[in-house]
C-alpha cells in the first residue's frame, strides 16, 4: 500500500490546516497509522498515531491542538491541525505499522508546512 500525503501549505500562527493521506489500496488490516514530521537538521518525530480500533497517541507537543482520525471505507487518515505555532512547521508525513508507539514500516512522501509568526 502506498501512501500519499497532501494539505501542508502556508498559514499563520493561531490557524488551522488538515493534512490528508490517501493509500492506494485497503488500509483496513493496516493496525496502525500515523503521521511524523521532520525539520532539517532533527530526527523525525512521531506526531499522531490512530490503530485501526480507533486507539490514538500523540505528541505533548500538540496535546490538544491537533487530531487524527482514520477512514478506512475511503482508505484515508486526516490530520486536523489547530492553533498551529510556528514550532510546528516541518514537512509532514504519512506512515503505517504495526505499534501504535511506532508506526514506522511505511513511509509516505511528505507534505510541507509552514507556519508563519
Known amino acids: 500500500v502506498q501512501l500519499q500525503a497532501s494539505g501542508g501549505g502556508l498559514v499563520q500562527a493561531g490557524g488551522s490546516l488538515r493534512l490528508s493521506c490517501a493509500a492506494s489500496?485497503?488500509?483496513?488490516?493496516?493496525?496502525?497509522m500515523g503521521w511524523y514530521r521532520q525539520v532539517p537538521g532533527k530526527q523525525r518525530e512521531l506526531v499522531a498515531a490512530i490503530t485501526k480500533f480507533g486507539a490514538t497517541a500523540y505528541a505533548d507537543s500538540v496535546k490538544g491542538r491537533f487530531t487524527i482520525s482514520r477512514d478506512n471505507a475511503n482508505r484515508r487518515v486526516y490530520l486536523q491541525m489547530n492553533t498551529l505555532k510556528p514550532e510546528d512547521t516541518a514537512v509532514y508525513y504519512c506512515t503505517y505499522g504495526s505499534t501504535l508507539s511506532s508506526p514506522r514500516d511505511y513511509w509516505g512522501q511528505g507534505t510541507l508546512v509552514t507556519v508563519s509568526s
Open positions: 489500496g485497503s488500509i483496513f488490516s493496516i493496525y496502525a
